[in-house]
């Protein structure tokens, strides 16, 4: 191999070339750059390939912005974005997305750049032991040897074993030869120089296998059997390779977070009721159960149940908590992208379920049908009194025009709010949940529509859910797609993500809504034992964690249009109105 004097060569850049052309030439569109000293071959020739139209490229100050932006890039793709960090605290601030990404099944890959193990616990500056950080949690793990020669023609050994870990590594982030997609860790240590002049041959390298940005490396959007929450497609399971649920045991169709589109599907073949969380992407049809937690409550409903087949992770609710975790009931979990549900000890997990030949239970699924339909809520506004707005009759007149404004001027409420977002977001549209007490409120009172949603439900946080919906956001609008991603959280979620709210001049600005529900406190609290143990100066000291931060100075701080809502009518004018960018929607809500 003949080196050409004229570069400015490093092995650090010619290592980071060889591994992130080997991710992109397999179909890896996204990377997410935190800036760093010990980073910079990985950054700069992440930054190269954005420049040969290869790659979208995304730089955050925070690394735990970063990984929640990847985050949601890898929930919308169901192909993991990468992220780049430098040594030290930095990674230990990719914890928190790496065990959601654990928790949750979605792909993700971290690139750690690293001192060399000869500068490891000897007091090296910015130093730690970052091999084994995410041992917990990865589906892959490697401490990358360190980089030593350059390499002018792409024909090294070095260069050869570096592409052959990125294939490595893809591959177990997807899910390949574990359970689950999830996260990957590859560790990166570098010796000075640190950088040097990219490669020629790196864009040609990382275009060799590329396709167009969205598809994956097989040629398809799906990636799962048990769920479709996650990605762009269900997968139809191989009908040889499918559990039989027969017709007989009284039968329920539960969904979690990120169940999709199977598990409704399953529950109309079989004629079962369905009661979907309205994280799950299952919300929709005609066997959606409305009001589920009465009447899986109910010992004349819920109290029969014999059978339940679970698609994704049920995390909203206590009642079906219970359920799943009766004695009495038969459960049948279907693996999905998350972990797997075992409640009570004796689930059987299967990779896919299909509905047996012969007559569902007709008189059951119509129990649960004519409870559903007594239990289901209008939340619209009342329509307006058109012939008393028409009387020539004054009082008349006059009471429709009073009425008219009464709505109009009426204060928002939490049921109002959500019904709100559910009403205006459609299928080309996102909506991403945060972990707020408006998710519960969405899930109890929301009817069916089949629209795309997100939430981080893996461990059920509130790390990251702006960076999430902005990954979301940034990985569905590509290529000028239409739609609009909304995010509807409480202010506790929001305060403790808002460093991701900046955005670097020059990067695409994503349509992106943020709705708080702002009622100056946790508030969720209220409804769980706490509230029932502690006075009232402990919970507001200690539970609460009361606030009077001043949103719109926040907005427009991080260049954000910013809006309050104190009305419904205000509220749908916003949400409907066309979005060309990032708007932060501010509703007041009573504690």
Not at 48 to 58: A, K, T
Not at 176 to 181: H, P
Not at 316 to 338: Q, W
Request: with cysteine.
């Amino acid at each position: 191999m003949v080196l050409d004097n004229a570069r400015a060569a490093a092995p650090a850049t010619d290592a980071a070339a060889a591994l992130l052309a080997g991710l992109v030439s397999r179909g890896v569109r996204h990377i997410v750059v935190s800036p760093g000293s010990r980073s910079q071959a990985l950054a700069l020739v992440a930054a190269e390939l954005e420049r040969q139209g290869l790659v979208h490229l995304h730089v955050r100050i925070d690394e735990r912005v970063a990984g929640f932006t990847a985050l949601g890039i890898g929930r919308e793709t169901g192909m993991p974005a990468v992220v780049v960090c430098t040594s030290g605290t930095a990674v230990a601030n990719l914890v928190p997305a790496a065990l959601e990404a654990h928790h949750a099944g979605v792909p993700l890959l971290l690139l750690t750049a690293d001192r060399p193990p000869e500068l490891r616990g000897v007091g090296a500056n910015q130093t730690t032991r970052q091999p084994g950080l995410f041992r917990s949690a990865v589906r892959l793990e490697a401490d990358l040897a360190v980089p030593t020669v350059t390499d002018d023609d792409a024909s090294s050994a070095q260069t050869a074993e570096l592409d052959a870990v990125a294939a490595s590594a893809l591959a177990a982030a997807r899910g390949q030869g574990a359970r689950a997609a999830g996260p990957v860790h590859l560790n990166v240590p570098f010796r000075e120089p640190l950088a040097g002049a990219a490669p020629s041959w790196v864009a040609e390298r990382a275009a060799s296998g590329a396709r167009p940005a969205g598809e994956n490396a097989d040629g398809s959007g799906a990636l799962y059997q048990g769920g479709g929450g996650i990605g762009e497609a269900d997968v139809a399971p191989e009908a040889e390779a499918a559990h039989v649920v027969e017709p007989g045991p009284r039968t329920v169709v539960v969904a979690g977070a990120d169940a999709g589109a199977a598990a409704e599907q399953f529950a109309h073949d079989g004629g079962f009721p369905l009661i979907a969380e309205i994280v799950s992407g299952s919300r929709f049809g005609r066997q959606i159960v409305h009001g589920y937690r009465a009447l899986v409550n109910a010992p004349e409903l819920g109290g029969r149940i014999e059978r339940a087949v679970v698609f994704g992770r049920p995390t909203l609710s206590r009642e079906v908590t219970r359920l799943l975790m009766r004695d009495d009931v038969e459960v049948i979990a279907v693996r999905g992208p998350g972990e797997p549900v075992n409640l009570n000890g004796s689930t059987l997990a299967v990779d896919a379920v299909r509905a047996g030949v012969g007559e569902g239970d007709r008189a059951w699924l119509g129990e649960w049908m004519r409870a559903s339909r007594a239990r289901a809520v209008d939340l619209s506004p009342p329509a307006p009194d058109a012939d008393g707005l028409a009387s020539v009759v004054p009082h008349e007149r006059l009471g429709a025009i009073n009425a008219e404004l009464e709505v109009m001027r009426a204060p928002l409420d939490r049921p109002a709010l959500v019904d709100a977002l559910w009403r205006a977001t459609w299928p080309h549209d996102r909506l991403v949940f945060g972990s707020s007490r408006i998710v519960r409120v969405a899930d109890e009172l929301l009817g069916g529509k089949k629209v795309a949603v997100h939430s981080n439900r893996g461990l059920a946080g509130i790390d990251g859910t702006i960076a999430t919906a902005t990954g979301v956001a940034l990985a569905s609008q590509v290529e000028e797609r239409p739609g609009v991603t909304r995010l509807l959280l409480g202010d506790l979620a929001f305060l403790h993500d808002v460093g991701a709210l900046m955005l670097p001049p020059g990067e695409t600005e994503p349509r992106l809504q943020v709705v708080v529900g702002n009622d100056g406190g946790g508030t969720i609290f209220d409804g769980l034992e706490v509230a029932t143990v502690a006075g009232d100066d402990a919970m507001a000291r200690v539970q609460y964690t009361p606030h009077t931060a001043r949103l719109e100075q926040l907005a427009l701080a991080f260049g954000w249009e910013y809006h309050r809502c104190a009305t419904r009518v205000a509220l749908d004018q916003v949400l409907t109105a066309p979005t060309g960018g990032r708007q932060l929607i501010e509703v007041p809500l009573p504690r």
